[in-house]
Nanobody, 120 residues
Framework: QVQLVESGGGLVQAGGSLTLTCSSSRATVSFATVGWYRQTPGKQRELVADLSGSINVYINYGPDVKGRATISRDDSKNMINLQMNNLKPEDTGVYYC????????????WGQGTQVTVSS
């Protein structure tokens, strides 16, 4: 069973920065896609960022974080990182790590989430 464990959440001031880390029990090279989603108050779960590919890398960012978030993958440590800058109070929520393996297609895994709170 794949385990994804998020860390790095906490309380930050508006305008500050935060780095979230997702540690995978399975080699990250086995994932077709790695990403971060969040659940914020009053909204549905939404994409923060995801990354696909190896030779050709494709990255998607959610419209509310584009320009402020950077996703990266470290296959030597089996980690997926999310760097967020210029944080806003509306970024407050629970952030979840998500991975999709190459096989079988149609499956995915989720972490338990980590809380991010941005004060004004």
């Amino acid at each position: 069973q794949v385990q994804l464990v998020e860390s790095g959440g906490g309380l930050v001031q508006a305008g500050g920065s935060l780095t979230l880390t997702c540690s995978s029990s399975r080699a990250t090279v086995s994932f077709a896609t790695v990403g971060w989603y969040r659940q914020t108050p009053g909204k549905q779960r939404e994409l923060v960022a995801d990354l696909s590919g190896s030779i050709n890398v494709y990255i998607n960012y959610g419209p509310d974080v584009k320009g402020r978030a950077t996703i990266s993958r470290d296959d030597s440590k089996n980690m997926i990182n999310l760097q967020m800058n210029n944080l806003k109070p509306e970024d407050t929520g629970v952030y979840y790590c998500n991975t999709k393996p190459f096989m079988p297609m149609g499956t995915e895994f989720w972490g338990q989430g980590t809380q991010v709170t941005v004060s004004s």
